[in-house]
């Protein structure tokens, strides 16, 4: 009757360990697959492959991942920016821009918009020395980082001299920094975008 018990009790505790083994691995295989934006939301890593969408010009599948960092944090600030610019250049609604990203700028984000920047000294025709990147518009100031190159840089708004549109181009804006003047064009190589540049630096900088 004893080994009867004894053998009992060593089934029910290797039928309890094989139970909590397989709860374990079922447990972890859910964490394997979330996805890649449920497990770091708030990551840079996140919005780096999601700005690598854009660049791609894969628009839906960057506002479907950032939808899904909504659905966890709804005033996600750079989230709601990234949102607003996928939404720009795949629509090309400027209007509508403008209040997405002062919407974006008010949860403690801004407005980001992938610009080329010319290393010449005016700009009318076809850039012919250039790099391309991010221009980041936030409440500290405004960013370029260039996807490759050493020309970007970040400056507070009390540290630019000017931020306009260029006079003998309307499709290029111009920022200046000291004596130096940092000519861009917007992905959508339209007029209406630098407007909508300038618009925002106007209104961030004032805030």
């Known amino acids: ?26 447990l972890n295989g ?11 939301q708030n990551g840079e890593a996140t919005f780096a492959g999601i700005r690598d969408l854009m660049y791609r010009q894969k628009y839906d599948e960057a506002i479907t991942r950032l939808e899904r960092v909504l659905e966890v944090d709804p005033r996600n600030g750079e989230a709601l920016t990234y949102l607003a610019t996928a939404h720009l250049y795949q629509g090309l609604h400027f209007t509508k821009a403008q209040d997405d990203f002062k919407e974006a700028f008010k949860a403690g984000g801004g407005a ?36 490759e190159g050493g020309h970007g840089f970040k400056s507070k708004y009390n540290e630019l001299q000017e931020f306009k549109i260029n006079r003998l181009s309307k499709r290029v804006f111009h920022i200046r920094i000291g004596e ?4 861009f064009r917007g992905r959508s190589n339209s007029e209406a975008e630098p407007l909508l540049i300038v618009a925002l630096f106007k209104s961030f900088s004032r805030s």
Not at 1 to 26: C, E, K, P, Q, V
Not at 135 to 145: I, K, T
């Open 112 to 147: 980001t918009f992938f610009v080329t920047h010319s290393h010449e000294n005016f700009s009318t025709g076809d850039m012919v020395d250039y790099c391309r990147g991010w221009l980041h518009l936030r409440a500290d100031g405004v960013e370029f980082v260039p996807i």
């Open 180 to 183: 130096k003047s940092q000519n």
């Open 30 to 40: 859910f964490r394997v697959c979330e996805p890649a934006v449920a497990q770091a």
């Open 1 to 26: 009757m004893s080994a009867h018990l004894h053998y009992l009790r060593r089934f029910s505790f290797h039928a309890l360990a094989i139970s909590l083994l397989g709860f374990g691995l079922i």
